[in-house]
Structures are given as C-alpha cells and as structure tokens.
C-alpha cells in the first residue's frame, strides 16, 4: 500500500531556515508527482510545490518562488522541501501528497490532482 511519511517539521525563528523530507513506498511507478501543501489553522489546504521523480517538472505557488526548493531523490523514493527567508505566514502543518502524471510540463498544484497524503509535520515560525 502506498505511503508517504514527512519529517523535519519544527520551531524555528523569522528569517530561518527548515528542511522537510517525505518518504513514498509501497509502489512501483516510472513516473509520478510528490507535492507539498500546507494548513494553517482554519485556511484551507494549499499548494506550496510540487516535483515529478524524474526531476523534469517543477512547480511552486507565487507565495514561495525564490524561497523554497523542491529536489528528489528518486531511487530513494524521496522528495525534500528546503525553506528559507521563513516568516510566521508559513506556520502551518505541511503534507506531502501523492499524484499520478496529469501533464507533459508541469505538474499540479491543486489538491483535488492528489490522492494519497502523508500524516503532516508542523513548521512554526515565531520568534
């Protein structure tokens, strides 16, 4: 059965920097997307970026474009979200979500493309 385990999350200070990991298993596929999303309490869940396995897709919401980087592991079955210039805008709990292949040159950002999700790993930011 397919499964997805983040890590990472924490307290950390406005202006720092956390590194998210997000483990897959239980499936065999050539192709595939991992996204991060993230919730903050009473927000809905939104789309931070996302990666294909093989490393040719790539996509981030505008909120955190120069902020945030997306790399993968593939043979590990891994995906990191490396966050930088934090601010208490980004305390929220943070998911990693599983989708198929929807297109040849990007990869989603909406939730309703992701069908399997990770438990979540909180990141507060505060000083």
């Known amino acids: 059965q397919l499964q997805l385990v983040e890590s990472g999350g924490g307290v950390v200070q406005p202006g720092g920097s956390l590194r998210l990991a997000c483990k897959a298993s239980g499936f065999i596929l050539d192709h595939y997307v991992i996204g991060w999303f993230r919730q903050a309490p009473g927000k809905e869940r939104e789309g931070v970026g996302c990666?294909?396995?093989?490393?040719?897709?790539?996509n981030y919401a505008d909120s955190v474009k120069g902020r945030f980087t997306i790399s993968t592991d593939s043979a590990k079955k891994m995906v990191h979200l490396q966050m930088s210039s934090l601010n208490p805008e980004d305390t929220a709990v943070y998911y990693c979500?599983?989708?198929?292949?929807?297109?040849?040159?990007?990869?989603?950002?909406?939730?309703?493309?992701?069908?399997?999700w990770g438990q979540g790993t909180q990141v507060t930011v505060s000083s």
């Open positions: 979500g599983f989708s198929y292949v929807q297109s040849d040159t990007y990869c989603s950002l909406r939730r309703l493309d992701y069908v399997y």
């Open positions: 990666i294909s396995n093989t490393d040719d897709m790539r």
